[in-house]
Nanobody
Framework: QVQLVESGGGYVQPGGSLSLSCAATAVSLSHYGVGWFRQAPGKEREFLAAISYDGRQTKHADSVKGRFTIARDNSKNTVYLQMINLKPEDTAVYLC???????????????????WGQGTQVTVSS
């Protein structure tokens, strides 16, 4: 069973930066593709970025391209989401997910992911 734990969320002013981490317990994340999603109250879960198991392929949603960057360090069993120039509309719960079936794909659809973390809150406000 893969357990994912997100961290790094918090409160930041518009224009600020945050770095989120997604760590796995009990298993090696190096076998999984990993994606980052977010969900704001009353809205559907939104794809942000994904990375293949070996880091060779990444995808970013158009809405965050140039501001958010996904990366991984398999030696630390962690996947990161670097976020800059944050806006109030970025306020949401941010979740990471692991894809065991197509780890090479950097999948963009929620249905491709088997395991989900509980999420970390990001609030952007002045």
């Amino acid at each position: 069973q893969v357990q994912l734990v997100e961290s790094g969320g918090g409160y930041v002013q518009p224009g600020g930066s945050l770095s989120l981490s997604c760590a796995a317990t009990a298993v090696s994340l190096s076998h999984y593709g990993v994606g980052w999603f977010r969900q704001a109250p009353g809205k559907e879960r939104e794809f942000l970025a994904a990375i293949s198991y070996d880091g060779r392929q990444t995808k970013h949603a158009d809405s965050v391209k140039g501001r958010f960057t996904i990366a991984r360090d398999n030696s630390k069993n962690t996947v990161y989401l670097q976020m800059i120039n944050l806006k109030p509309e970025d306020t949401a719960v941010y979740l990471c997910a692991a894809d065991s079936l197509t780890p090479y794909a950097a999948a963009t659809e929620t249905s491709w992911y088997d395991y989900w973390g509980q999420g970390t809150q990001v609030t952007v406000s002045s």
